[in-house]
């Protein structure tokens, strides 16, 4: 069917909400996914469909065999990088995840998670035909994961079927209170049990240092557009060498007449995943985020300095535990939410009063409890987010310490 033109006038200059040179972005799942100007460049280099294929060895034709751009290298510094053995770049953490799930599981079989696992653990299970079995949270205002309780949810599993798990999955990071686990607690448990540990990454790998052997993670996820400085889709798959064969089990199908086999295909990336430019942004951002790893800790110095500053407003307090691990971060505002249910624009008042001094990120309308990541802001910029809550609090009588 032709479209009328009028209507593919709404595709033409298409242009974000706010450009990031020029606003403060708190967006908690944008901060690290930020390009690299490397990656900018390298976007317009390999924008074309198949652009990383010029060079596809012809026996495997395989993109992790290419070796011109680097796609090859890559995926070993990548394994080096996370502290494990094998790497696949595939579209994103969830497809990671699902990959792991599916072929480390039998339909029926369980996963054991945490209870701030991100929703598209739980979706990774079902696709893969699995049950989940939650591990329990504390309460508030920490809510820790009861990393102890593992063992006792395995066992209650093993109980309930005579089996053992598929796999126990952790969320390294949280997605809700920014909460640091101590993955090596669980990575102990898995392997008494000898159940394979599931470390996801998706807010940790890439803006902090992981490290896989350390952490006893067999399997890693990660996701290049939430922590990579990388264009989506991109995520990452991690694996230890023991579940290489099971994991990343060949394609044994064949033909019926023709009798076409694809025996180097890759059965669960379906022969070559994320390819173009969203990989390139990936390798291209590379270098930054190996070095960027390692100022972690100032980039933790700048949330908590931030978080002290909030909290000068009566009434205000971080979530989770403290004091802040991560750049990602929950506050409880009630007060804004009072100013809120006097104010003409209800809870957008705190949206518009940000935006009007060009910060953005922080979820339009919600003034009793918000998110925000300050992951790669400059001191200058911290500061400047500090002093215009201050100010707007001010500016509606709350009080300030
Ligand atoms: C954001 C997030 C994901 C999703 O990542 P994708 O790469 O978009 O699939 C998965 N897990 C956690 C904990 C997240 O915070």
Redesign the pocket.
């Known amino acids: 069917m032709r479209i009328p033109e009028e209507r593919l006038e709404r595709y033409r200059g298409l242009k974000r909400e706010f450009s990031e040179e020029d606003h403060i972005n708190l967006q908690p ?1 944008q901060r690290g996914g930020v390009l690299s100007e490397e990656a900018m460049r390298a976007i317009l280099e390999f924008g074309d469909g198949y652009s990383v294929c010029d060079w596809c060895p012809p026996k495997s034709a395989r993109l992790d065999a290419i070796e011109t751009p680097p796609v090859s290298q890559f995926y070993t510094d990548l394994a080096e990088f996370l502290g494990m053995d094998i790497a696949r770049v595939v579209t ?3 497809e990671a995840k699902f990959i792991a799930f599916r072929m480390l599981g039998t339909p029926g079989d369980y996963v054991v998670v945490d209870g701030l696992a ?1 929703y ?2 739980y979706i990774a299970a079902e696709l893969a035909g699995l049950r989940v079995k939650e591990v329990p949270v504390g309460g508030s205002p920490e809510f820790r994961v009861d990393l102890d309780a593992y063992a006792s949810k395995i066992d209650e599993v093993k109980r309930e079927t005579g089996r053992l798990p598929a796999a126990v999955l952790l ?1 390294h990071v ?2 809700q209170y920014g909460n640091v686990n101590d993955a090596r607690t669980v990575g102990k448990i898995a392997d008494e049990y000898g159940v394979p540990f599931v470390l ?1 990454c ?2 940790s790998a890439g803006v902090m240092p992981v490290d896989g052997k350390e952490l006893g993670a067999d399997v890693i996820t990660g ?1 290049g ?2 922590s990579w400085a990388a264009s989506a889709p991109t ?1 990452i798959l991690a694996l230890n060498k023991s579940l290489e064969e099971k994991v990343l089990r060949r394609a044994s199908v064949q033909g019926d007449l023709t009798k076409r086999a694809f025996a180097a295909k890759e059965l669960a990336l379906l022969g070559c995943t994320v390819m173009g430019a969203p990989l390139i942004t990936l390798m291209a951002s590379f270098p930054e985020v190996v070095r960027r790893v390692e100022r972690w800790s100032e980039e933790v110095e700048k949330t908590r300095h931030l978080v002290r500053e909030l909290e000068r407003i009566e009434g205000i307090r971080q979530l989770g535990v403290k004091p802040k691990s991560h750049t990602l971060t929950h506050v409880e505002t009630e007060p804004f939410f009072e100013v809120s249910q006097r104010h003409k624009r209800k809870g957008y008042f705190l949206y518009d009063e940000l935006r009007s001094r060009k910060i953005v990120g922080i979820q339009p309308g919600l003034t009793k409890h918000f998110k925000f990541n300050t992951y790669g802001l400059t001191w200058e910029q911290i500061r400047y987010v500090a002093d215009s809550f201050i100010e707007i609090a001010e500016k509606y009588g709350l009080n300030v310490h």
């Open positions: 799942i994103r953490c969830r991100h598209s653990s969320t949280d997605y996801n998706a807010y996701s557009h939430k995520g």
